[in-house]
């Protein structure tokens, strides 16, 4: 994970909006992915995008790739406390076999 | 449709113990792995494999072996439990690989003393 690098906390009011900024290393990556994870729970797949696209956006979730800076970011619109969760930034390997994560952003929304 | 099942959810070990930590998927897929989480790290994969019979190492194996004789199944191994070993481990799934949507399970949460 140590090729992927995210803040480790980010705070936000309940109907702002959340921003999570991700580094990524391997120029050849061929998507990447963002996943959020709950207490207790496993990963699970918020969305992802491929690597020739700038921009995508789903619902209240958008999220922007500059590949000259290696940087991902995840906007989530009209943030809600069930939104409190760690988000996992990920680079799939081009060898289709490994998959780096970052360490994890923990997002609170406060009502 | 039970996706990806891990047991056991919590396990505390002595240092030496051995241990399978058991995985299972009903959705067919091809591949399956196992990464460790650790406090301010990202996941790390440990082993992977891209189909019966077929299995290879990720980026931290050591200490750990796995096997893959059914499509379904994917158990990983402590042979010689550590500390060090001391985790939060997850199993994953998909059709064919990392380019695609893993499925995770929930975990199993795994103290050496």
């Known amino acids: 994970g140590e090729d992927v690098e995210q803040s480790l906390f980010l705070s936000v009011r309940e109907g702002d909006s959340s921003v999570i900024n991700c580094t990524y290393t391997?120029?050849?990556?061929?998507?990447l992915y963002w996943y959020k994870q709950e207490p207790g729970a496993g990963l699970q797949l918020l969305t992802y995008?491929?690597?020739?696209?700038d921009m995508k956006q789903d619902q209240r979730l958008t999220v922007l790739l500059n590949k000259k800076d290696k940087h991902l970011s995840l906007r989530i619109a009209d943030t809600q406390t069930g939104d409190s969760a760690i988000y996992f930034c990920a680079e799939s390997i081009y060898n289709n076999n490994d998959m780096r994560f970052g360490a994890g952003t923990r997002l609170t929304v406060k009502p | 449709n039970a996706g990806v099942t891990q047991t056991p959810k919590f396990q505390v070990l002595k240092t030496g113990q051995s241990m399978t930590l058991q995985c299972a998927q009903d959705m067919n897929h091809e591949y399956m792995s196992w990464y460790r989480q650790d406090p301010g790290m990202g996941l790390r994969l440990i082993h992977y494999s891209v189909g019966a019979g077929i299995t290879d190492q990720g980026e931290v194996p050591n200490g750990y072996n796995v096997s893959r004789s059914t499509t379904e199944d994917f158990p990983l191994r402590l042979l010689s439990a550590a500390p060090s070993q001391t985790s939060v481990y997850f199993c994953a799934s998909s059709y064919s690989g990392t380019n695609e949507k893993l499925f995770f399970g929930s975990g199993t949460q795994l103290s050496v003393l």
């Open positions: 995008i491929f690597s020739n696209m």
């Open positions: 391997d120029s050849s990556s061929t998507y």
